[in-house]
């Protein structure tokens, strides 16, 4: 069952912009949180956003800070990552993750559901 389906990626130049969308099909409701990460070739995941249901409270990567936004449409049951003014540096696979635990994190094992991971390329 596809819990997690990431859309919105793609190319773009440097200082562009892209908004990722996380539709959550395989969940009745509203994880209680839901994060992005990234994975670049040759370098471990890392925690992009988190974003908590519940009173919308958001946690960012220092990298990110900023510059990208998480924000969610619960009765869509959709997490959104805006992200602005993009570096090359920001290239890498995207993936959205849900978490069981209403607690802000930037760490993959905390989550339990991924989705299968979307690809942006930024070109300087």
């Known amino acids: 069952q596809v819990h997690l389906v990431e859309s919105g990626g793609g190319s773009v130049q440097a200082g562009g912009s892209l908004r990722l969308s996380c539709e959550a099909p395989g969940f009745k409701y509203s994880k209680p949180c839901m994060g992005w990460f990234r994975q670049a070739p040759g370098k471990e995941r890392e925690g992009v956003a988190s974003?908590?249901?519940?009173?919308?409270?958001?946690y960012y990567h220092d990298s990110v800070k900023g510059r990208f936004t998480i924000s969610q449409d619960i009765a869509r049951n959709t997490v959104y990552l805006q992200m602005d003014s993009l570096k090359p540096e920001d290239t890498a696979m995207y993936y959205c993750a849900a978490s069981d635990i209403a607690t802000l994190s930037l760490l993959a094992r905390d989550y339990t559901y991924w989705g299968q991971g979307i690809q942006v390329t930024v070109s300087s």
């Open positions: 974003i908590v249901s519940a009173g919308g409270r958001t």
